[in-house]
Each structure stands twice: as structure tokens, then as C-alpha cells.
């Protein structure tokens, strides 16, 4: 079993940043990919950015060139930059984490959510 917990959330005025964290932890072989996606309310979840165990990254239209996704090894932890946040940033911010198994298969695991609210 692998546990995921989110961190960072909260509260900033339009045009401030935030940086979310995402530790796994438990049982597996390696880590493939960690993401973030988000949920605003009343929408689907969406991507916004995710990151492979070889560094290679992929971000939302959306929030290319104000966002930015990073990774310790190390520390099993990815992390999500977000400046220059706008109100519709508002949202549920999920991690993902993608695990080569002890078994060699792959599974997903979600993180319970940390909420972001833009507003002045």
C-alpha cells in the first residue's frame, strides 16, 4: 500500500503564490510519475502538471508560465509552484503518484485533496 499526503494549501490574493507538496510513502519498487491534478467546484478533475522519475514534465496550457513542477528523489516528494495564481486557480488540488509495484505491475494512488482559494 502507498500513502499519499498533500500539503500547502490555503488562501492567496490574486497574483500571489503558493507551493504545494506531495509525499509518498509504503511499499513499492519506484515511483513512475507524480502529478497534481485539480478539481474547481462544480467541474471534472483536470491535469495540471506532472512529472516523470527521469525529470520530464508536462503542464496544463492553463498554467504554463506562472506554475512549475519539481521532484526530490531523495524525499520521495514532488512539488507544485504556483505564482501569479488567478481566481479561477480556485480549487480541490489532488496528487497522483504512479508506482512500479513489487510485483512489477503499476498502480495509482490519490492523495485526499488540499484545497486552494484565490480571492481578495
Known amino acids: 500500500q502507498v500513502q499519499v499526503v498533500e500539503s500547502g494549501g490555503g488562501l492567496a490574493q490574486p497574483g500571489g503564490s503558493l507551493r504545494l507538496s506531495c509525499a509518498a510513502s509504503g511499499r513499492y519498487a519506484s515511483i513512475r510519475v507524480m502529478g497534481w491534478y485539480r478539481q474547481p467546484p462544480g467541474k471534472e478533475r483536470e491535469l495540471v502538471a506532472d512529472?516523470?522519475?527521469?525529470?520530464?514534465?508536462n503542464l496544463a496550457d492553463s498554467v504554463a508560465g506562472r506554475f512549475s513542477i519539481s521532484k526530490d528523489n531523495a524525499k520521495n516528494t514532488a512539488y507544485l509552484q504556483m505564482n501569479s495564481l488567478k481566481s479561477e486557480d480556485t480549487a480541490v488540488y489532488y496528487c497522483n503518484v504512479q508506482v512500479r509495484t513489487e510485483s512489477w505491475s503499476t498502480a495509482n494512488y490519490w492523495g485526499q485533496g488540499t484545497q486552494v482559494t484565490v480571492s481578495s
Open positions: 512529472i516523470t522519475f527521469g525529470g520530464a514534465t
